[in-house]
Structures are given as C-alpha cells and as structure tokens.
C-alpha cells in the first residue's frame, strides 16, 4: 500500500513532506497511510502572499460577488463529496459522520452564502447599526461601518472535523473580504488537503485567497499584527499556550479560541419514563456518546437526572447503547467507528481512569468488547462507556475532566436550582441541553444557566421531529462559550462575519456618510430623476433621487369614510369629547393607515412599469397627529438598492409624509422590487 504525501499549498505551490514530516496511521487499521510536514516554511512569503494579492483581490469584490462565490465553491464541493467520503473513512468515521462533518461543513457554506445576500449591502462597507445625530440641525452625524481586516485570518483546526472545522471559519472570512491560513490537525489532514484541493481546482478562488499548512506553523505567530486574526479550535491547554504568544499579546492580535467543554444535558423533572420526553433524551444521549466516537467538542459529556429517575435513564440508555455495532467503518452494520488514532484512545482511557475515581463504570469494558471487520482488529476502537456518580457535589474530576471519546457520566439532581448549579460546574461550556415539556423549567434552566454557556438547546415533543439536536452547532447562531469553553463566538450568521472586519466610528455630514455607506443618508443632497421614479428600472435608479408629491387635505368625510370602511372606529378618530381628553391629540384625528394610503395614493405612478412588488415596510413612525383640514404631502427618496436576482432587485425608499407646515407627521421605509 503507498504511503500518501500531504502537501502545503504556500505562496501558490504545493509543498510536499521533507525530512520533517510526520507519519499518519489509519484509524481503522492502524497502519501508516500518510506523512504529512515540513522541516520549515516560509511563514513569511505566506502571510506576504495573504496580505499583498489575496486580501486586495477580496477586496475589489463586494459582499455580494463574495457571497456568490461561496454557494458557487459549495456547490462544486458538493458534487465531489464522495472522494471526501472515501478519504475519511480512514479517520474513523461512519458514513453518518462524513454526512455531520462534509455536509455540515458544505450547508454552513450555503448558509453564510445565502445571509450574505440577504443581509450584507452589495458593496464594500457595511453599515452597523443606525445613524447617531451629533447636532442639533442633523448636519453633523455618526455612523459605525464595518471593513475588512488587511490582513490574514490564521486558522488553526482540531482532528475531529476536517472538513466542516475548517469551512465553517473559512466561510465567514471570505465574506468579510479576509485571506485565510489554514492549519488542520495532522491526524486528519489529509482529508482536509483532498478539499483544500478541490476548492482551489475549481477555479473560484482569487489567488491568494487560501492558503494550507499540512504540519507546524513554525514561527508565523510571531509575525502576526493587529490586522491578522487567530482562530484556534483544540484542548484549553493548546489555545493557553497560543494566547500567551508575546508576538499577539504586543500586537492586540485578534484570537478566538473554541476549545474543551464538558457540556450537560439536563433531563427535565417532568420528563418521566413513558413520556416522549424521556424516550427523547435517551435517544439524542445515546446519538452524543456515539456519533464520531465522542469525539466531538458538542458531546454530552455529564447527564444530570432526577435522583428518582436516575437508575430507569441508565437502564433504558444502558440498553440502547448495548446495541451500538463497533468496528470498521466502512461495513455497512457498523453505527460506530474508532477514535483517530491510537495515541487519542490512550488519551481517553487516561481520562476514564481519573473518571474511576469519582464514578462507577455501569456500561462498556474497554478491555472486552466485539470490534466488526476483519481489518480492524488493530485499530483504535473503544465500546461506548457510561458511568454513574452518586455524589456529585462532593466530585470534582467528573466536572473538570473530558474524556474525548465515546464517555458520559449520570449524576442526580435534587431539583432544577441543583441541576442548574450542576451543569455551571463545568466552569463554562459550548452548550448545555435541557429536555422538558414545561416551560417554567425552561426559563429557570435558562436564567441559571444561561452565564454559564454558549447555547441552550431545549427540545420536546412539539419541536422533536424537526429540531436539529444536542450537539448541532448551526451557522445561523453562535458558536462558542465562556470560561473553559474558550470565550469565542464562531459563527452566528454575520456576526461572524464581523470577526474579520474593523468597526469604525465614522462622523462628518449627511453627503459625506452617504458616499462612503453608498446609501443615501436623510439631510443629504437629493436629486430629481428624469422620470417618476416608479417608472425607472432597478440600475437606473441612484440613492438620493427624490419624487416631492403635490398635497392632500385630509378631510373630516375622509376619516369617518375610513372608519366605517374598514371597521376601526377608535375613539380618537369618531369620539371628538374621547379624544379631547386623549393628551396625545388635539381632537379627532386621522387614522396613521389612513395617512400610509393617502400617500401611497400620492406617490404611486398606477401604470404598468419596472416596480413589481412591494414587499414591505421598516421603521414605521407615526410622529404628529393630523387633524381635518391638513394638507399632506409625501417626500419619496431612494435610500439602498439591492440586488436579488438577474432579473430584479430590491430599493429601499425613505418615505417622509409632511403637513402644510412641512413638519414631518410619519416616516418609514418602503420596499419594492423592481425589474432589473
């Protein structure tokens, strides 16, 4: 069998092993596969290659041409899944674990591709939050924006998730417009090298734009500065030892770590055998001891019971776990593969020792089990092993001790206050679970625990058919905890995108916030278009074009036509001695949905035209009454344009609506879509 050579790709060349290199053995079998490293790297040139041709040619590229560029690279890694699958076989994963890791990984990509349309502006500034007004007048305001980081984002992967580790950090610094160094753990990154490769195949990616390291980093923390960023995924130990570089530390160098986490899940009280509840915890515990041999950062690593249910869970997890087939990963019967290596299962049995001290074993003989496959017998395969600790106050080393594999210890509460205080214990975790049917035990599980993690997922039988489970970080929300936990936030849809990009507080005049933000900013300059608005295309609209619409005198006839119309007969608009008394009105006044009609009947051009749909309305104010008798006008002024499809686009229109003394009576923003 020939032993695989795992390249760097550095500086635009593939780099292969030299006298520095390090063997890798299969998990399965444990013979040597691969060899992967280098005696030395130019750390240099790569972070030059990041900074002076990946980062710029991100850079010319808007959020949108960014966000197509990652659902174009998902797509081309999904039609090429399967030479994934079948390099990762050999780090002990199951064909349901390529699915959690591979197509995690590809679906996180789709996600922060789709948010970036949606979400981000097609430009190259992000605006964060709204405007401040810094005067009085409103000619002096405040924006804060959001810009890419000049530099290179240093990712530094663990063994477990070779694909979706890397993609889902990979993901949102593309977005921002952000080169990437990528770091996976030797023992898998041969899997990693074979995406590296297919991505770069593609043709998607500017050059420059990604970047491999198969072995050490060397010295290139060391160069690192304050427009680089770090993020690690690995043990608390590894991430301490990073965090201490003085090169980072001088330099205020951006680091966000994701590391050990002896994560709860906390079966509610009401949650008693025969319940959906109870069978649900069994289920989703025995899928969190099992799915990647435990070798996932998400685990159930404590499970926390009502002292009376205690002995039914380990029984009924005891027997579901029983029928769990260990072995090759690769035959069909197999629902659990080995653990990555060797020298990861005497890690794991280290730790189940320390466990022995605090906790009976009541499931699972690392010493005596059956392994599947004639192939594997020398491989690094451990049975799924429960424990059970009776005094878990009193314990110590089953809250501080993960054992990364496929092991979990029972404890007993007294009551939720205990089991809260119990899952705290873990000093800070990724995410903590709680599986009740009552609500009140909900939100007491959440206010206690909620300082403690990164996550609280809660699950029942009315969200169990389609929740996504225990162990499930999604792109959509954070990734990360407190204290132990590392205090990272990866992912979180554009919030992890913003990791990678600079908030700066900009301040100056209307005009000057509406040329660097590309959105037209109330008290700039506006302009008159050649035509009704309505009757331009998406591309020949521009920010700041105003239609000013002739008045409207709001009559009494119109507001109680209105009311009997559409049945809202409020008091203040048919009450004249109500709504004298009402201190927000003057008397009987216009409903405010009337006032919106009256000027979508000003400002609308009725033809058929480029404007295809309104989609909406933002921002809602409704900020002076008005009375019979008042004249109405409406400013109507392009804000943002959008774009969606090839076809169509979305525009913002602020909308003023002003009395005859030109004193503002509501405000919103309007959406439509218009034919591109």
Known sequence: MSILDVASFAAGEW????????????????????????????????????RRVGGPALRRLTFHDRARMLKALAQHLNEHKQTLYDLSYDTGATLADHRFDIDGGIGTMFVFASKGRREMPDAHVLPDGGIEQLSKTGSFLGQHICTPLTGAAVHINAFNFPVWGMLEKLAPALLAGMPAIVKPATA?????????????????????????????????????????VVGFTGSAATAS???????????????????????ASILGPDAVPGTPEFDLFVKEAAREITTKAGQKCTAIRRILVPEAQAGALIEALSTRLGKITVGDPRLKETRMGALVSQAQKRDVLAKVAVLEGEAERVLGDPGDFAVTGDDAQGGAFLPPMLFHCTDPDRARRVHDTEAFGPVSTVMGYRDIEHAVALANRGGGSLVASLVTHDPQVARAVTLGAAAWHGRIYINDRTSMAESTGHGAPLPHM?????????????????????????????????????????????GAAQTTGPAHPFRRRFAELEPGETLVTAPRTVTLEDIEHFAEFTGDTFYAHMDAEAAARNPFFPGRVAHGYLLLAFAAGLFVDPGEGPVLANTGLDGLRFLKPVEPGDAIRVRLTVKARTPRTEDYGEVRWHVEIVNQDNEPVARYELLTMNAA
């Not at 013979?31 to 990041?50: E, F, P, Y």
């Not at 030892?241 to 986490?261: G, H, W």
């Not at 990678?500 to 660097?516: E, H, N």
């Open 241 to 263: 030892i990073l965090r201490a570089n003085p090169n980072l530390l001088t330099n205020s160098v951006r680091f966000m770590a994701e590391q050990d986490s002896l994560n």
């Open 478 to 522: 954070v990734h990360g905890g407190p204290g132990r936990a590392g205090g990272g936030e990866e992912l979180g849809g554009i919030r992890g995108v913003k990791h990678y990009m600079q908030r700066t507080a900009v301040q100056g005049s209307p005009d000057m916030l509406g040329a660097i933000t590309g959105r037209w900013v109330p």
């Open 188 to 228: 898998t990154c041969y899997v990693t090298e074979g995406c590296v490769r297919l991505m770069l195949a593609s043709g998607l990616l500017p050059e420059g734009a990604l970047q491999l390291v198969c072995g050490g980093l060397g010295d290139m923390l060391d160069r690192l500065d304050c427009q680089d």
């Open 15 to 50: 780099i292969v092993p030299d006298a520095g290199a390090r063997e890798i053995e299969s998990a399965i079998t444990g013979r040597v596969i691969a060899r992967a490293g280098q005696a030395r790297l130019d750390t240099g040139a790569m972070l030059d290659h990041a």
